[in-house]
C-alpha cells in the first residue's frame, strides 16, 4: 500500500573505541571494542541466522518487534547527524523495520536506539 510507511529505523548498533563520555558502565566496567572485534561481532551477528530483535532485553519480546535487514560496519568518512553525533569510521549501524506497534513506540519517543545483548570475554587492556 503506497500510504503504508516502511516503518525502517536506521542506528548506530556500536562505536569502537573508548568513548571519554563514559567513565563507567552498568556494570562497574569500561568495556568497548576495537574496529576489528566490532567487525567481527557484527558479522556473527547476523551469521546466527535469527535477524529478529527485541525491547529492552526482556524474554517474549523478540518475535515481531524487530527485523533487521541491514547490518554493516561504516567505512567513513564521518557522518556528521547534525545533532551532535558522529558516525566515526569502523561504527556498526544496524537498519531494522519495526512491526506497527514497535514503530509506535519509536514514533512516541520510547524507542530510540540499540542497546546491544551478548557475552564476551573481558581481558585487560594497558591504560593509555
Same mark, same amino acid.
Given at each position: 500500500m503506497p500510504d503504508e510507511p516502511l516503518r525502517y529505523v536506521l542506528g548506530v548498533g556500536y562505536m569502537p573505541g573508548r568513548n571519554p563520555a563514559i567513565t563507567k558502565g552498568m556494570d562497574g566496567g569500561r568495556d568497548f571494542f576495537t574496529e576489528a572485534e566490532l567487525e567481527k561481532a557484527s558479522w556473527s551477528?547476523? +551469521? =546466527? &541466522?535469527?535477524?529478529?530483535?527485541?525491547?529492552?532485553? +526482556? =524474554? &517474549?519480546?523478540?518475535?515481531?518487534?524487530?527485523?533487521?535487514?541491514?547490518?554493516?560496519?561504516?567505512r567513513g568518512p564521518d557522518w556528521d547527524l547534525g545533532d551532535g553525533t558522529v558516525i566515526t569510521k569502523g561504527t556498526w549501524m544496524i537498519g531494522a523495520i519495526l512491526s506497527p506497534k514497535a514503530w509506535q513506540a519509536h514514533l512516541d519517543g520510547h524507542l530510540t536506539g540499540w542497546s546491544l545483548q551478548g557475552t564476551a570475554r573481558r581481558r585487560r587492556v594497558r591504560a593509555e
Open positions: 551477528f547476523l +551469521a =546466527d &541466522g535469527n535477524p529478529q530483535v527485541g525491547v529492552g532485553h +526482556a =524474554d &517474549g519480546t523478540t518475535e515481531g518487534t524487530a527485523t533487521v535487514v541491514e547490518s554493516y560496519i561504516w
